[in-house]
């Protein structure tokens, strides 16, 4: 079931498309393994004007090998959009949607350095469970070396 509302007052995540295993071929060789799994992929717009200022996406799925390598969901605000609290705000609709689909905890994994998204994930509830050394699956898909795991319930 899709979340009927992904919108605050601020921002809407447009549905963009949704991968799973029927589209293997349309990944990246090294993003093959993530296909077990439906992947919602939504677009950040602003509802004033409907500019797009990102992405953001949401996996649905237990399977380890991607929690471990990973996590749930993944998030980028494009440049010009940045320190405008947009991430916070589809940070908290993902985690919304998330619980819907009885996904809990949700993990979200940050490189260490990167501190206005760890600020953005922590202004949303999501905690600091460790730092770990990125797996080669994460290495492939141009994470790591090290990525700081974050989990909200």
């Known amino acids: ?85 947009y991430a916070t705000r589809a940070l908290r609709l993902i985690r919304d949607l998330a619980k819907e689909h009885q996904i809990s905890p949700l993990w979200i994994f940050i490189a260490p350095d990167n501190v206005a998204s760890r600020r953005a994930v922590e202004g949303v509830g999501f905690r600091l469970v460790d730092t770990v050394d990125a797996s080669p699956e994460a290495i492939s898909l141009g994470l790591g070396p090290t990525l700081c795991r974050y989990a909200a319930e």
């Open 1 to 85: 079931m899709m979340h009927e509302k992904l919108a605050d007052d601020i921002v809407e995540l447009r549905l963009l498309r949704v991968l799973g295993p029927d589209n293997v071929a349309d990944r990246a060789p090294e993003a093959r393994f993530l296909a077990a799994a439906p992947e919602y992929r939504f677009a950040i717009h602003l509802k004033s004007d409907g500019q797009r200022v990102g992405r953001i996406h949401l996996r649905i799925t237990t399977d380890e090998t991607i929690l471990r390598a990973i996590g749930h969901s993944g998030y980028e605000v494009d440049e010009p959009h940045r320190r405008r609290g």
